[in-house]
């Protein structure tokens, strides 16, 4: 089986070392220094990372950005985020909870526990297994066409399309291992793509016509 890919992003260098030599033998170890090259490798590499390890204080874009902008792409939004925190910042860790962490590793670091805490997410990654692949490609479709659909690009308008489209569209179930979906991205073949992106613009004009966002007088005089 292939080794599972962690991201580390930490402004201590001291944590990453550690964590990196606790982790030498279960994973292969991706370390970045703050929040903007965790994003960056990110963004660069999606679907690539099975597990984020991040520290919430850092000077460039801290966790809590990072948690944030780590579930922008569709490839990336399931990535199971762990984050390191001291036991004494329980509002800091309340707050990255709400945003979306999945776990906590408390300071100082030790290597039973972590290995532990970083094992456990990789299997919980493995078990959120079934994905709707057809959410990743739709949105994809919409974000690559979005001038030639004729919409307004505003998140509602978007966020409508996506959610008519996908109500419409049979869902498409892959199983998540590493890789999967990005492979079921590229293997769609081009008539399947053509299909979808009709069904797409078919519901584009509904969003054209009708929009949410302001909604026009005549629109609300009928
Ligand atoms: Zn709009």
Do not use: W
Not at 20 to 25: C, S
Not at 68 to 85: D, F, G, M, T
Not at 190 to 200: F, G, H, N, V, Y
Request: proline content about 5%; glycine content about 4%; charged content about 30%.
């Amino acid at each position: 089986m292939e080794k599972k890919r962690l991201l580390l992003v930490d402004d201590d260098q001291v944590a990453r070392e550690l964590i990196e030599e606790f982790m030498q033998y279960d994973c292969d170890c991706i370390s970045t220094q703050n929040g903007v090259e965790g994003f960056s490798y990110l963004e660069r590499n999606p679907g690539q990372i099975d597990l984020i390890v991040m520290d919430l204080i850092m000077s460039v874009m801290d966790g809590f950005e990072l948690i944030r902008r780590a579930q922008e792409h569709p490839l990336n939004k399931n990535i199971p985020i762990l984050v390191i925190a001291s036991s004494d910042r329980q509002e800091d860790i309340r707050k990255a909870f709400m945003l979306g962490a999945d776990d906590v590793i408390l300071k100082p670091l030790e290597a039973d526990i972590v290995k532990k805490r970083v094992n456990n997410m990789f299997d919980i990654a493995d078990s959120r297994g079934i994905h709707n692949v057809m959410e990743d490609l739709v949105r994809i479709e919409i974000e690559e066409n979005i001038e030639s659909l004729g919409i307004c690009p505003c998140p509602l308008c978007r966020r409508d399309l996506m959610t008519l489209a996908l109500n419409n569209v049979p869902p498409k179930y892959v199983n998540t291992e590493k890789g999967a979906i990005m492979s079921k991205v590229g293997s769609m073949s081009s008539t399947e793509r053509i299909k979808l992106l009709a069904e797409i613009a078919r519901y584009a004009e509904m969003v054209r016509d009708y929009p949410r966002h302001a909604p026009v007088q005549s629109d609300i005089a009928q």
